[in-house]
């Protein structure tokens, strides 16, 4: 029977069969679910480290002992733990090390478009792309065995529609291999871990040997298990592809020869150009960078086309690689652009904090600090007070970066006083280091960190600061307070999240605080959480509203206009959709003339879900 | 006998559109076909639009659609569908939910949603048949509001002319055994008012 996987669960999947004993990550879009499911297995351990670096390291010391170990993040995270992967790769490994790079053309849930096979070469390992669920299943094993053959780091590269998009799997007994029994930790067994200059000068070029071994096994054992595979057509055309792009082509040009790369790095270049040869003409289609293009016309093999037709930026879709084939002469007709839907004007539906949410009453008070403060924000759920109605942020780079950007702000980008703003999660996971830098610099900015008790952005997952691990097991919870005291903090608050005038006090207070950086903790539970309460709905007195927009500017998706219009403004009056609202409160709190107030009584949202 | 369908699911996180897509390409495998389905929930938080892809065929390819070429529109919100009406092939059809939810560009700046009859008349100009369908009220009648994903998917049902059990079966399969009856009683208020 066949069962329908998306990506991530195949390769959770396959990680399993394929004796993966020990799997660290941390969650970022598209990566999260791997390790979730990979979590459910029997005899593994699964753990969410700190941040990708610890998932990295975690995997890289289970790996020097001998176990097979996977590490699973999204491309941005590669950047994270790059420092390790790229010494790794010199001093090579024991176990297998699969290291999962969720990339995420199109941006459509990140900060940027990298194109992670670009690692692959920069640090002189190889790199596997899967197609769909069912290779993606199979592959791990494939990464696996060249892992422990080579003795080398492995990528195994992901892109947010292959995690994301379900397919087939033959849903057999899963023949799990039996895990490795790990013997005693021995020092003698050939494998150098302490990577000093003169070890990492002896490797360097043993490094370039496996390589070119890693490549010949593409060329001739990467056919053999179908890695790597030509699919005859006409050979008018031939198309080397990889990866998800490989079914956008498959699609529209399945006549035609296909050449399709599962191991993107190192190529087999003599197959590939082979294969040219036998062809009449050559295009290469690989979505974002023209990383296999450059490869082979480096080679000196004669491409016609590649990202002259097919576009650099962005997600590959069917219309654009249909665009791009008929550019290259394949397709005889163009691309026919639907007339777009003009009739009636679609309002945009930008997201929100949800209804509830502990962030809000935070952004509403944060904005009014504009004009005094610069905002540095962070990534995370509370990246929405960025959009209207709060537009509190003045500047997001990456995770973490809120706090040492506050602080070189404010000791030379011109405006003095700063406020970071940063998640638990995100504390946790790189907040750390620069609150010391800050504290030992004698600083005086002023950091929120919100504390929602969850990752929430990437869809509720533990961390240090709830204390539950990946497994379900109770770990040991860290309390934010504690480690910014511990740190020489002498400014640091915590306040309950919904009340809207302790909020703003507490705010005030932090940016007066002279005596080195101020930490405000705001405490309040995502609604997803178990810790969330539904409250009596609120409900708003049409009598009273004199249309004033203190609620609105909440930027709660509950509140909504009413059909009665207020004669005075000629605006229409507030009301409250019950469907959405929680009963948290904050809309009440701001309106000036009493206008809000409870409804009726309800269950958790947990139950209602 | 239906061979190949692209249908494209939208609507606003928490109305369970992904998981009644989840069921449809579920349902494709049980009619004997290949199916795939690919969504987009990175920033779904409830209250973004959600838009999943499902496509059945003998061997499906992209796990997408192409704009213009999508046979069902299945719209769980009403201004949905006029976002993602130009997806639909010349011919295609339309399931659209009357519920509206109000989205913050309309709620805290000048947009207007759209009139319910204008937007329904130009769905009319787009496709060869418009099945309206308010879901929320049905669900409420079956007893629980989170039974919308399955009225919806009993609509489609039957505008497909498949076979009514296929569906429920892998309804049932998706659900908690504890909501199987007010899901029985959603697909049955679903295929009524849809037939
Ligand atoms: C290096 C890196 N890793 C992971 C992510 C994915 N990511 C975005 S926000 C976020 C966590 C946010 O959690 P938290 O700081 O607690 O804020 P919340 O979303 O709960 O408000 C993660 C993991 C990322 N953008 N960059
Ligand atoms: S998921 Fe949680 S933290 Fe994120 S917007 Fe919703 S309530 Fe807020």
Redesign the interface.
Known sequence: M?V?LSGNEAIALGAWEAGIQYASAYPG??STEILENFARYPGIRAEWASNEKVALDNAVGAAFGGARTLAAMKHVGVNVAADSLMSVSYTGVKGALILVSAD?PGC???QNEQDNRQYARFGKFPCIDPA?SDEARRFVGIAVDVSEQFRTPVMLRTT??LS?????VEARVPDAREFKPLSPFDREDGLDRTILPEVARRRHPEIEARLNAIAEWSATEGFDCGVNRIEWGETDIGIVTSG?TY??V??LA?HKSILKLGMSYPLPLDRIREFAESVDTLIVVEELDPFIEEQIRAAGIVVAHGKDVIPICGEL???AV?QGLYEAGLLAAPL??????E?????????????GCPHRAFFYNLRRHKRKAVLAGDIG?YSMGAM??YEAMDMVISMGASIGMAHGFARAGGQESAIATIGDSTFFHSGMAPLASAVYNRSNIAVAILDNRITAMTGQQQNPGTGITLQGEQGHEIDIAMVCRAMGVTFVEEVNAWDVNAVNKVLRDALAHEDGPAVVVVRGACVFTPHFHLQPKMHVDLAKCVTCGSC??V?C?A???SDEIYPTSGKQKAAV?P??CTGCTVCMQVCPVQAIGPAEREGSLQEA? | MITNLDMLFVGVGGQGVLTASDIAAQVGLDLGLDAKKSEVHGFAQRGGVVDSHVRWAPAVGSPTCEKGTVDVLMAFELLEAGRWVDWLRPGGMIVVNRQQITPMSVSIANAVYPDEAALLAALRGRASKVVVVDALPLAEEAGNTRTVNTIMLAALSTLLETDAEVWETAILRRVPQRYADVNREAFRLGRAAAG
């Open positions: 066949k329908l879009t598209p995420d459509l849930s990140s769909d947010t529609r994301h998009s379900k397919s087939a998800i079914q956008y498959r699609e399945g879709t069917l219309a249909r026919e652009q639907p007339a777009p839907f009739d009636v004007t679609v309002p945009r539906r930008p997201p929100a904090l949800c209804p759920c209207p109605p609105f500017r930027g998706p509140i909504i206009k959709d469907l959405l879900l």
